[in-house]
């Protein structure tokens, strides 16, 4: 298959104007739409609906688009592989991350990622729900959790603190714990089948089981919660801190920190060579976040 037929494609795709794909690859209107045609006899389908005044791709095209980005890709990746070629990210990458996490800090993030590569398209799925980056077709996840599946890559991108919170009104009511084991005397917020919190002071480690009129599956949700008053939970500090630095929200229990061994990480099918859109947005989002991230910092500097 010919492979400026599949670069012209994807432009198509973007441009939705085949004059304007090929002006792109330096084609002329004819030669493109000549390529157009060849494309589509190799395949035996229609690709693209043509209008006098635009063009749009077939359920086919659609179908086929995935697909014709991922052979570039990997031609894209085999060229950089011996030096040879552009290795610059193009194509559409298929993302999918943690739905608050997404939200606060990797959408703002997409903003100049998509400024440095301005030949490549973003999906974004945020969900909660871990899902199966191959059968669902992603090329990279973000996950705070632990990788569970061997034919996986993790690379931790950056820290993910977690400390116990509380809010002022909370504390003004019923008191500040000293010990881990007076939380067995407060309302507690969990998530969903967490509610065993490990604490640990110098080489001791130990486990409290809370309890709390309160539970949900979203992270923002329990952050609200606390906020409002309805007890005391574990937060990540990168869902936290502006609650924290604000004043609406204090550190409980700050000499017992929790006992946790979770981080933020970009996770992709192994493969013997990374694509290059997929590599520079790994690179990106390391230097982007770094080992001590923003949010980090600005507690760092508020609290001393």
């Known amino acids: 298959m010919n492979i400026q037929h599949l670069e012209l494609f994807v432009r198509i795709s973007s441009t939705l104007n085949i004059s304007t794909a090929g002006a792109e690859l330096g084609l002329s209107p004819a030669v493109a739409s000549s390529h157009v045609n060849k494309l589509e006899e ?28 991922d052979v570039l890709s990997s031609v894209e990746a085999a060229k950089a592989s011996v030096g040879a070629g552009s290795s610059s990210p193009m194509g559409t990458l298929r993302i999918a991350a943690p739905a608050s996490f997404g939200r606060m ?20 799925k945020l969900s909660d729900t871990i ?19 061997s034919s996986l890559i993790a690379r931790k991108l950056t820290t993910d603190k977690r400390i116990l919170c509380a ?5 003004a009511e019923f008191g500040m714990p000293e010990t881990p084991y007076d939380l067995k005397n407060h309302n507690c917020i969990t998530l969903m089948g967490l509610d ?14 809370v309890k709390g009129n309160f539970r949900t599956d979203n992270g923002e949700a329990i952050r609200d919660g606390c906020v409002k ?46 694509a290059p859109k997929v590599r520079a947005f790994i690179d990106y989002l390391t230097e982007h976040f770094n080992e001590k991230p923003y949010w980090d910092q600005d507690l760092e500097s508020f609290f001393h």
């Open 196 to 209: 065993n919190w490990t604490f640990q002071q110098k080489k001791e480690t130990f486990t409290i089981k």
């Open 229 to 274: 008053g309805l007890g005391i939970t574990v937060n990540s500090t990168w869902s936290a801190y502006k609650q924290l630095l604000n004043g609406e929200l204090v550190e409980v229990l700050p000499d017992y920190p929790l006992l946790s061994q979770t981080a933020i990480w970009a996770v992709y099918p192994s493969s013997r060579q990374l």
């Open 105 to 124: 800090h990797l959408v703002p993030a997409l903003a100049q990622f998509m400024q440095n590569f301005p030949h490549l398209k973003i999906d974004l």
């Open 42 to 69: 190799k395949l035996g389908v229609r690709l693209i609906h043509r209008t006098t005044r635009k063009v749009s791709l077939t359920e086919e095209g659609q179908a086929f688009l995935h697909h014709a980005e």
């Open 131 to 149: 899902v199966d980056l191959v059968e669902g077709g992603f090329d990279i996840a973000i996950r705070n959790s632990e990788l569970k599946d």
């Open 167 to 171: 809010s002022p009104k909370y504390i």
